[in-house]
């Protein structure tokens, strides 16, 4: 038998041992000081990329995804914890809320970056598409959010939703998205307003031609196929063309660092255009300043071109 002298020695030896064997687990403290940002569409491209920059520097992140692989993929990935959260499904997101709630780390941030592409005439357009199109592009951002802002309001945190310049550009056969995106603007503008006194700040980010799997999904979508469905020869062609256009493309690094600065800068922007080129950029800001000449355009209270000047020098003040 050991003699009482021993036992505070035994004792010693036990605790060392014990805490060099158990993993470390982070403390409250530590959990809430580590931000988290939830990510929806986090499977590929540009939300892809946005939880990758997220993580790599020392941001925990939510990373949303529908399909087990993704999901898989993501959770493989230090700082970042895989969410199963299809922005369509109430029951995803209302789970996803207790999740975030459940880990006592808080949330500070919020990217609703799923969306879907589309493209076709209107006269080739169901009803149903247009509502596929909606559902994720607009009420997914305003579902997400909606249950998310409880969250924010506590953390005074940020949420930001990936837009389009398809918000300011519209054409033949890019209608239907393009108004999706036409929506998330407004909605911004709005939220921003509403949330503003609770200490939450809101913007959009409105990228360019970026790579992302969009375009691939939209072919499949536009002929009615999924991933498994045999596709024609004509139908290979047009989803082959579809992954060189994005082949081609840059890689989303810099719409990244443009929702970084949404998120954690002292004085975020409402907006923040980021395209690979400056074609794009200009071909944006001509149709923005298009749009307002024709409001001008023709009414009893036209500003001539030096009131307009004189206004364009005081918007640029502010």
Known sequence: MKSPRHIPILFGLFFTVFCLSVPAVATAEEQEAQQAVLVTGASSGIGRNIAEKLAANGYFVYAGARKDKDLAALDAIENIKAVRLDVTVQDQIDAAVELVRSEGRGLYGVVNNAGVGYSNTFED???SDIDFVFGVNV???????????????ESKGRTTTIGSIAGFLSGRQFGIYSMSKFAVEAYTEAL?????????????????SYKSRIRETGV??????TA???LSDEEKAQLDEARERNESLKEPDEVSDAVMHALFAPEPRLRYMVTPNKEQADITVRMAMRRAIQLNSDQPYSYDR?????????????
Do not use: H
């Open 306 to 318: 030096d009131e307009l000047a004189a206004m364009l020098d005081e918007l640029l003040a502010e």
């Open 220 to 225: 499949f979508r536009n002929l009615r196929k």
């Open 228 to 230: 498994d469905e045999p």
């Open 192 to 208: 921003a307003a509403e949330v503003a006194e609770a200490g939450v700040q809101v913007s959009v980010v409105e990228p360019g």
């Open 139 to 153: 009420y997914g951002p305003f579902l997400v959010n909606k249950a998310f802002m409880p969250l924010l309001i």
């Open 125 to 127: 357009t169901d009803a």
